[in-house]
């Protein structure tokens, strides 16, 4: 089995083919050019028209999980429950809405149920590369997934949110 690289970014390609994808291609094609096979892990599709192609045309395999965020499976299949979710979540205050947008697609993440998923593709990956295009979760959900597999990883962040990861529980990302 070769060397691996697992690339986390819930929303990739949700723009289809603007915004990091072209990034996230590049960074595929290097790590590939390097000899270290490459996987992408993402949310479930919220634009499959344009996320579809994007997929297929993705220099490496990509993981899509059941989920897009931190709601319950039977609110996530439909942008207007999602959004009157995030409404219930603004009850709670603004820091409960931000966290929760922010890193609520790591925290529903399961763990256990991807490190299966590795197993059966045959992928164990030997860095895990974190990327935020606008919210923390990204990040988390690398970590996350590096301290299960006692593995490095690493966080890149791009233009982060208004109070993304702020609050009394502040969620660390080192």
């Known amino acids: 089995m070769s060397s691996s690289i697992l690339i986390v970014m819930p929303s990739a390609f949700h723009l289809g083919y603007m915004g990091a994808t072209r990034r996230l291609f590049h960074i595929a094609i290097a790590f590939k050019t390097m000899g270290f096979r490459v996987a992408l892990l993402a949310g479930a599709m919220t634009n499959p028209s344009l996320q579809a192609e994007v997929d297929r045309s993705f220099p490496g395999q990509v993981i899509r999980l059941g989920h897009t965020g931190a709601y319950p499976i039977w609110i996530d299949y439909s942008s207007l429950m999602r959004r009157t979710w995030r409404a219930l979540w603004k009850f709670r205050g603004n820091d409960y809405y931000w966290r929760r ?74």
Do not use: C, T
């Open 101 to 174: 947008l922010s890193w609520g697609w790591a925290d529903s993440m399961n763990v256990k149920h991807l490190l299966k998923e590795f197993y059966r593709i045959e992928q164990r990956p030997e860095l895990i590369w974190g990327v935020g295009a606008g919210y923390l979760e990204g990040g988390v959900a690398a970590q996350q997934i590096a301290r299960a597999l006692n593995l490095p990883w690493l966080f890149e962040l791009h233009d982060p949110p208004r109070r993304a990861g702020l609050g009394p529980d502040n969620r660390i990302v080192k």
